[in-house]
């Protein structure tokens, strides 16, 4: 994420050594007709949040496609993952956290099929086995 923080100083925070180097968020702020006042210098912190997170799902996605793809649902799921990460880049955020929404629930059931299907895929062999012993 990327924070930008700005400070701004009141007119009594001017006497700055004269080695002093003004960073570049630090911005200094005149009030035209306040005294100079001996009171300690005040300043105020402002955060900004560029960037708003939305989680688009892929890596899941292509373990679903790569590992658990039961009926084309993983290549589905990672389409709407894809989808959701383009919506981001462009900046198309409501768009974007619906295709993440989407992925996500078939994501979950994409998961739970693989692992309902792997389960007896390794059980029925070995019964068969000892069927034979």
């Not at 994501?107 to 086995?129: E, K, Q, R």
Request: with cysteine.
């Amino acid at each position: 994420m990327n924070h930008t923080v700005q400070t701004f100083s009141t007119p009594a925070n001017t006497h700055h050594p004269s080695n002093y180097e003004m960073p570049k968020e630090e911005k200094e702020v005149a009030a035209p007709g306040v005294p100079h006042n001996p009171a300690p210098p005040t300043s105020t912190v402002i955060r900004i949040h560029s960037e708003t997170s939305v989680p688009d799902h892929v890596v899941w996605s292509l373990f679903n496609t790569l590992l658990m793809n039961s009926r084309c649902l993983g290549s589905t799921v990672f389409s709407y993952s894809v989808k959701s990460r383009n919506g981001k880049m462009v900046g198309d955020l409501t768009g974007a956290q619906a295709y993440a929404s989407t992925a996500k629930g078939l994501n979950i059931w994409a998961l739970m099929w693989g692992i309902i299907m792997t389960i007896p895929l390794i059980i029925i062999p070995v019964l068969i086995l000892q069927a034979y012993q």
